[in-house]
């Protein structure tokens, strides 16, 4: 199995209170909290979406510079 890639802030994996699944919770670097209850089947997979979700959540957005022609 692979590492996972590092992502900014932390990301915590955990059983939902109804016990059906787990659910998964991202803190930013800044200090703001994103939460996801799911439910996930297992905690690998609720902290790779936890994850995922924070890798989108922080990525730069890819804009390219217009052509001459489309100004």
Known sequence: MTKAKPVPG???AFPRKDNE????????PKG??????????????????GRKFARNFTAKPAHTEPEPDDV
């Open 10 to 12: 932390t990301v915590e």
């Open 21 to 28: 699944g787990f659910a998964w919770k991202w803190t930013s």
């Open 32 to 49: 703001n909290e994103h939460f996801n209850y799911g439910p996930y089947t297992t905690k690998a997979v609720a902290a790779a979406a």
